[in-house]
Antibody, heavy 122, light 107 residues
């Protein structure tokens, strides 16, 4: 079975940093694009970033571009999200989610982790 | 950005009833760009329907998706107790977006 497990969330101050991790199992990790999607009661689900299977291509929503960095270590079946210059409105439940195969038009998210909570507050 | 508008916001129904959920896109989409997810309280979203009308693995046939262009629907033919949840539509055409969801609650 496909499993995705996020960690690394917590409380951070505005302007601070956090690094999220997502450990995957049950599939050939390097063959699939993976995304980070966050959820808040106010804005719902928001896609924020994606990375190709090989890690050579990365994509970001405008809301996080220049502040967040997605990366992966295929030898460890692990996805990362380095979050910097955190803002109060980055407070959310952060999910990692696996794409059908590639990240691109016509694809879709097939599996999601359980999420890790990030709270940005002074 | 393609904006997805879901309606109604809440649907109050009883087990055994039919649920029809709407998702309207701000731009025309191919049905291959539209998916539906179910989210139960405290759980992650689960893929129900992909490419507009194809059921994901393990999804019962009481769930069906349809539509084209800017208007898409998710139909649950006969609600089971485990179907009371929030449902989201999702598109990937040029940048992924999600609707705000429809909550199906007990009447």
């Amino acid at each position: 079975d496909v499993q995705l497990s996020e960690s690394g969330g917590g409380l951070a101050q505005p302007g601070g940093s956090l690094r999220l991790s997502c450990v995957a199992s049950g599939f050939t990790f390097s063959s699939y694009a993976i995304s980070w999607v966050r959820q808040t009661p106010e804005k719902g689900l928001e896609w924020i970033s994606a990375i190709s299977g090989g890690g050579t291509s990365t994509f970001y929503a405008d809301s996080v571009k220049g502040r967040f960095t997605i990366s992966r270590d295929n030898s460890r079946n692990t996805l990362y999200l380095q979050m910097s210059s955190l803002r109060v409105d980055d407070t959310a439940l952060y999910y990692c989610a696996k794409w059908r195969d590639y990240y691109g038009s016509g694809s879709y998210l097939t599996n999601w982790g359980q999420g890790t909570q990030v709270t940005v507050s002074s | 950005e393609v904006v997805l508008t879901q309606s109604p916001g809440t649907l109050s129904l009883s087990p055994g009833e039919r649920a029809t959920l709407s998702c309207k896109a701000s731009q025309s989409l191919s049905s291959t760009h539209l998916a539906w997810y179910q989210q139960r309280p405290g759980q992650a979203p689960r893929l129900l329907i992909y490419e507009g009308s194809s059921r994901a693995t393990g999804i019962p046939d009481r769930f069906s998706g349809g539509g084209s262009g800017t208007d898409f629907t998710l139909t649950i033919s006969r609600l089971e107790p485990e179907d009371f949840a929030v449902y989201y539509c999702h598109q990937y055409r040029n940048s992924p977006t999600f609707g705000l969801g429809t909550k199906v609650e007990f009447k």
